[in-house]
């Protein structure tokens, strides 16, 4: 081996190429976003792209659902196919593979975001279960980006997406610990309505839900508190891009000096 193979095998050199990488994409991309968005996704957690599909769109993106039912993995009234990137094209080509949503992640967190996997879902009326997402929580402690597409229209009886503003704040977050003495809250993922009513009461916020159009996509930063409203009636149909950041660390179970994405 040469001395320069050995100083680019190196895994801390390789590791630090990867974070000069991610800097200097993530400068790549601020170009390109809507400072708009931005500062709604940081102040607010969320932001709405309203007509980001048409109506035949939407309704292709449904049939395909409904030709894959059989396959969806079903809890409760919920049915949902995760991977449909993987065996629909068209949400692969429209939604799965978007550099537009994908970039505004990357932005926002600050780090070149993956995409896990395209979630479809039909949700059935269940108006004694906690909705999707299984009631209010989130996603993570820190940031983390999610974009959600309706594909029916949503009113407040079908389940609307529901989010506390600025309750992904890491200020936020401090703040609420401080006043409610509570160390733990803004840690724990999953809440009950009296909490969230609790969060809401000290904070001075109202939580906000979202009823829009089919095709409408809403961006939003999921270690914010939030909520699929119960479907009360009707049927929603929604696909939803998680994303993630890559994972910046040697992995030392593989003993290999692996730097995992
Ligand atoms: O589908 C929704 O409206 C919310 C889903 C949710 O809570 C989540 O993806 O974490």
Not at 17 to 27: E, K
Not at 62 to 71: A, T
Not at 167 to 187: D, G, I, M, P, Q
Not at 234 to 258: E, H, Q, V, W
Request: charged letters at 20%; a positive charge; aromatic letters at 10%.
């Amino acid at each position: 081996m040469s001395m320069l193979d050995n100083v680019l095998s190196n895994k801390y050199l390789h590791a630090t190429g990867l974070v000069v990488a991610h800097i200097l994409s993530i400068f790549r991309s601020k170009t390109q976003v809507d400072p708009q968005i931005l500062t709604a996704l940081n102040t607010e957690g969320y932001w709405i792209l309203p007509d980001f599909f048409s109506e035949s769109i939407c309704n292709m993106l449904v049939q395909n659902f409904d030709e894959r039912e059989s396959i969806a993995t079903i809890v409760d009234s919920d049915r949902r196919i995760f991977g449909m990137e993987k065996v629909s094209e068209l949400h692969q080509h429209l939604f799965a593979d978007s550099v537009f949503l994908k970039s505004i992640g990357d932005v926002h967190v600050g780090m070149p975001q993956i995409l896990t996997t395209t979630m479809a879902a039909k949700l059935y009326a269940a108006p004694d279960k906690l909705g999707s997402g299984g009631g209010w929580h989130r996603d993570s402690f820190l940031p983390q980006f999610k974009a959600i597409c309706y594909l029916t229209d949503v009113c407040e009886a079908n389940g609307p997406f529901e989010y506390v503003p600025g309750s992904h704040r890491l200020t936020n977050k401090l703040k609420f610990a401080l006043k409610t003495a509570t160390r733990t809250h803004s840690n724990i993922p999953r809440y009950t309505q009296a909490s969230i009513d609790e969060y809401c009461r000290v904070m001075g916020v109202e939580s906000k839900f979202f009823v829009a159009k089919k095709g409408t996509v809403i961006l939003c930063d999921t270690s914010g508190l939030h909520r699929g409203r119960p479907i009360m009636e009707g049927i929603r149909y929604a696909m939803t891009n998680y994303y993630r950041s890559p994972r910046l660390f040697l992995d030392r179970r593989a003993g290999k000096g692996k730097v995992y994405a």
